[in-house]
């Protein structure tokens, strides 16, 4: 396996529709909903990087700059911002292309999504071997 990071993709992670069952009480999408989108597009980065088995060890600097919306298209996009021995720091960017106005796209968030690797007994092992 190789022991540099990949280039980021110019490529999202994952896009997904917002979609009702998203939202909360106020009806504007679900802040922990998009917390777990980021959650999976880190996964999905970190899996491109190294195949491995990860666990979330940390979740950095979630600000929430935007409102999202029912049928807004979320595009979160992943790149591997450092390595450790057992650990792999994500950054996610969250953007949010309005199913009102599909010509205007909006930043919502980022964020920094530390995984550890582990063996099958749940200890950390090296990311690069
Ligand atoms: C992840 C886990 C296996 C780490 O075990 P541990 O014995 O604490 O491991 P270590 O102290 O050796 O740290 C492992 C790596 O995590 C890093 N780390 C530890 N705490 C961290 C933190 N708060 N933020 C970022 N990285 C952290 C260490 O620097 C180390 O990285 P390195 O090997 O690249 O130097 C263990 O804490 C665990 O199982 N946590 C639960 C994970 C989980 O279930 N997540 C899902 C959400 S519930």
Do not use: W
Not at 3 to 20: C, Y
Not at 44 to 70: D, G, L, N, S, W
């Amino acid at each position: 396996m190789s022991k540099t990071l990949k280039p980021a993709s110019p490529e999202p992670a994952i896009r997904v529709v917002m979609m009702p069952r998203d939202t909360n009480a106020e009806g504007t999408i679900f802040g922990g909903v998009i917390l777990s989108l980021i959650d999976q597009a880190a996964y999905v980065e970190a899996m491109r990087q190294a195949h491995h088995r990860y666990v979330t060890i940390a979740m950095r600097e979630v600000e929430f700059h935007q409102p999202v919306f029912v049928g807004d298209v979320l595009s979160l996009y992943a790149n591997a911002a450092r390595v450790g021995r057992s650990s792999l720091t994500i950054h996610v960017r969250v953007a949010a292309r309005r199913r009102l106005d599909p010509e205007q796209t909006v930043n919502v968030t980022a964020a920094e999504v530390t995984f550890v690797a582990v063996d099958e007994h749940g200890k950390p092992c090296p990311v690069f071997t």
